[in-house]
């Protein structure tokens, strides 16, 4: 029987990957309210306030830990950057889906909050692939993935992004354990 922790915390070299508590809303909305950042993911709008943030964090007290975890991504110097999360919808496979404030774009944040998920993804949540997807316009993003091991389907998806107000063609890669 696998057990699943409730609000399980990632250690990586520079990072802790952990649950969001309302004090951060602040912090994350400061970060997500830059449409560079908003407008290369699916869910989240913009403008972005911190009653966005607020309803977010909230939001994640219902997240069944068998089908989905979210991660705040807090540096050990900086404090939070980001936002990882791994969830179960309408594909065979898991998701997982980031994001990184502009200040520390560059970094390699993303490259290492995503390894440490996928590493918690495996050994914990007992997942042996997961889905991901970046815009065309997005490169940085894609090579984020590649470097975690993500390789590329050849399929092409559209999906409606918030803060484009727009459908848009995402790049679909799969990561097998």
Excluded at 110 to 127: D, Q, S, Y
Aim: neutral net charge; charged residues 25%.
């Amino acid at each position: 029987m696998c057990v699943i922790e409730i609000s399980p915390v990632v250690e990586t070299r520079r990072l802790v990957l952990r649950a969001p508590r309302p004090q951060d809303a602040l912090r994350l909305a400061a970060l997500a309210n830059d449409i560079d950042v908003a407008r290369m993911t699916l869910r989240m709008p913009h403008p972005y306030a911190v009653g966005d943030a607020e309803g977010f964090i909230d939001s994640l007290q219902g997240q069944d830990p068998r089908r989905g975890a979210t991660f705040l991504i807090d540096h050990e110097d900086l404090g939070p950057v980001g936002v990882i999360g791994l969830f179960e919808d309408a594909d065979p496979a898991p998701e997982t889906g980031y994001w990184i404030g502009r200040p520390f774009w560059g970094r390699g944040f993303a490259t290492e909050a995503l390894e440490g998920a996928l590493v918690w993804a495996g050994r914990h949540w007992k997942r042996r692939a997961l889905v991901a997807g970046h815009f065309p316009d997005n490169p940085a993003s894609g090579r984020v993935l590649e470097k975690a091991g993500f390789l590329y389907t050849g399929e092409v998806r559209q999906a409606f992004s918030r803060a484009r107000n727009a459908p848009t063609d995402i790049r679909r890669m799969v990561w097998l354990a």
